[in-house]
């Protein structure tokens, strides 16, 4: 019988996390860029997060942010 193994995740707020590309291999930010562009792309067939990606870019555009 295998033994039951429990995984914690931690998670880090957006605004502290930092990657320096700098000194990041290129192959491994190429990878990094594949993903998230993959992300992305799937991120904005889902038609609620498109409008509300949308209303945010209007909400942006009011405030004269671009």
Same mark, same amino acid.
């Given at each position: 019988m295998m033994k039951k193994t429990k995984t914690e995740?931690? $998670?880090m707020a957006p605004a502290s996390v930092h990657i320096d590309f700098n000194v990041m291999p290129k192959h491994e930010s190429d $990878? !990094? @860029?594949?993903? !998230?562009a993959r992300s992305v792309k799937e991120a904005? *067939?889902?038609p609620k997060f498109a409008a509300e990606y949308e209303q945010? @870019? *209007?909400e942006r555009r009011a405030k004269g942010m671009t």
């Open positions: 995740i931690a $998670s $990878s !990094l @860029c594949r993903v !998230l904005f *067939k889902n945010w @870019c *209007k």
